[in-house]
């Protein structure tokens, strides 16, 4: 039974081979003017100016408010990745 375990644990060892991970870059995601956009549009949430687009009704959460803000980046032509897909 020692070496049934012995061999079980060698064999698990030697399949355990390291995948090759990305290196992580130093490029940024987010251009600094984006986030300045998210910043503007973060500052008029909290003052209760922030209005959603088609409705016009006012804005209270904050992730509502960053995706409003990179929006208006993309729009712009800023570096911001696309938007994640709808599945």
Same mark, same amino acid.
């Given at each position: 039974m020692a070496t049934k375990k012995a061999a079980k644990k060698s064999a698990k060892r030697g399949s355990s081979k390291k995948t090759a991970s990305k290196k992580s870059s130093s490029t940024r995601k987010y251009s600094p003017s984006a986030g300045k956009d998210v910043e503007r549009e973060m500052k008029a949430m909290k003052q209760g100016k922030l209005k959603s687009g088609r409705s016009g009704k006012t804005v209270t959460n904050p992730k509502q408010a960053i995706a409003i803000g990179l929006s +208006?980046?993309?729009? +712009?032509?800023k570096k911001v990745p696309p938007p994640p897909k709808k599945g």
């Open positions: +208006e980046a993309r729009k +712009e032509g």
